[in-house]
Structure formats: C-alpha cells, structure tokens
C-alpha cells in the first residue's frame, strides 16, 4: 500500500508553519536591526538557514512509511538506549 504524500498530506499546517516563520523572522529583523551595521541581516539569514532545513527536514519524515518503522522498533529501541 503506497502513502501519497500530495493526498495525505496537511498543506494548511504546512502554510501555516511558513507563515509563523515568516513572521518570527520579521521579528528578529526588526529586533536586532542597527541602522548604522545592519548587523541584523546575519540573524536572519541564518534563521532562514535552519528553517528551510526544518522544513526540509519535515518533508522527508512525512514521506517515511510508520508501518515500517513498527517492524523495526525494537532494533530502533535498543540503539537508541545505548
């Protein structure tokens, strides 16, 4: 049984995700912002840097098959207690 991502899904969580980091970046611009460094810019661009690899991050999981991880959990388990 193949998951289709584009059907399954949530793009209104996603959106939404994007959204909230769109604007927590115009925060952190608007806090650190120097009119005479611009030293703001290097906070934003690295937010930017790890949101587009969160976001990355979580299309990659979304398109793992959790059935799969079930036939492997006790393997999964005993690696993650060492």
């Known amino acids: 049984m193949k ?3 584009r059907k399954d ?3 209104r969580l996603l959106l939404l995700a994007v959204i909230i980091c ?3 970046l115009i925060l952190l ?3 650190s912002y120097q009119r005479s460094l611009l030293s703001g810019v290097s906070f ?3 937010q930017i840097v790890w949101a587009v690899i969160g976001l990355s ?3 990659i999981i ?3 098959n959790y ?3 079930i036939e492997t959990s006790y393997i999964l388990y005993a690696i993650n207690l060492l």
């Open 3 to 5: 998951r289709n991502l």
């Open 9 to 11: 899904f949530d793009y």
């Open 22 to 24: 769109l604007i927590g």
């Open 29 to 31: 611009y608007s806090a």
């Open 44 to 46: 934003v661009v690295r």
């Open 57 to 59: 991050a979580l299309l």
């Open 62 to 64: 979304a398109n793992i």
């Open 67 to 69: 059935r799969k991880l």
